[in-house]
Nanobody
């Protein structure tokens, strides 16, 4: 069982930055695709970003591309999401997730991930 714990959320103003962290109980290097999702009240969980097991490939949703950057420090079992130029519509609970699946085309689907963190709230005020 992989345990994931997010941190770094908070309340900021539009245009500000936040850096989210997700620490795993086990090393994810070479084994897991890691991703970030977010969910706001009344909406489905939404894909934000993902990074391949070898860190070679990064994927970002169109709504955050150019503003958010995913990265991972495998030696510290930690996933990051650098969020710049935040907007009010970025307000949500952000979850990190890990998947041991292989193949392609699934990284944006919440159902493809095996493990989830508890979430961290990000609130962006205009």
């Amino acid at each position: 069982q992989v345990q994931l714990v997010e941190s770094g959320g908070g309340s900021v103003q539009a245009g500000d930055s936040l850096r989210l962290s997700c620490t795993a109980s086990e090393r994810t290097s070479g084994n897991y695709v890691m991703g970030w999702f977010r969910q706001s009240p009344g909406k489905e969980r939404e894909f934000v970003s993902a990074i391949s097991a070898n860190n070679a490939n990064k994927y970002h949703a169109g709504s955050v591309r150019g503003r958010f950057t995913i990265s991972r420090d495998k030696t510290k079992n930690t996933l990051f999401l650098q969020m710049d130029r935040l907007r009010p519509e970025d307000t949500a609970v952000y979850y990190c997730a890990a998947s041991s699946r292989s193949g392609m085309g699934w990284y944006s689907q919440p159902s493809a991930y095996n493990y989830w963190g508890q979430g961290t709230q990000v609130t962006v005020s205009s």
